[in-house]
């Protein structure tokens, strides 16, 4: 059952793996985590590369301590990003768009309490929208990729 005939990222042991709603869905998980792979490498490249862009972008005054920060940070991100190049070719995709999605909306519900705090900047607001519309996209591309485990 797990041939090459299989769709790329089907689960094992899938019987719709060949359907052409199920290959319409892969074609949209690939893309939906390449589109994260690509944010998350440049996001993490200007972080690591220009913390004080980014922070001027937010409003927030760079200093030595919040540029060492943000630069550790986009070393995380860049790792998220390298994941997520490796997940498109992976057996597990719908896991990992859901994990993408989670982080995309934890990160960005701290952003505007950090908005509604003073600290960052009204630029802060439309990312955050942006990150919430894409972490609830990435998590109805991984539930219907999987419809039989969501319905539990």
């Known amino acids: ?33 390449a589109v994260g792979a690509v944010l998350f490498l440049a996001t993490g490249a200007m972080y690591v590369a220009v913390p004080a862009v980014a922070l001027d972008i937010l409003d927030i005054e760079a200093t030595s301590t919040t540029e060492f920060l943000l630069r550790t940070q986009g070393i995380a991100v860049l790792f998220g990003g390298l994941l997520l190049l490796v997940a498109i070719a992976g057996r597990m995709p719908a896991v990992v768009l859901l994990a993408l999605a989670a982080y995309l909306v934890a990160a960005s519900v701290v952003d505007v309490v950090a908005f509604v705090q003073g600290i960052a900047g009204p630029a802060t607001v439309p990312a955050a929208i942006t990150r919430i519309g894409l972490g609830v996209l990435c998590g109805a591309v991984a539930v219907r990729r999987n419809p039989a485990r969501s319905a539990r």
């Open 1 to 33: 059952m797990n041939d090459e005939s299989e769709a790329p990222n089907a689960e094992v042991g899938s019987s719709a793996a060949a359907t052409p709603a199920r290959a319409a869905t892969s074609g949209l998980a690939r893309l939906m985590l």
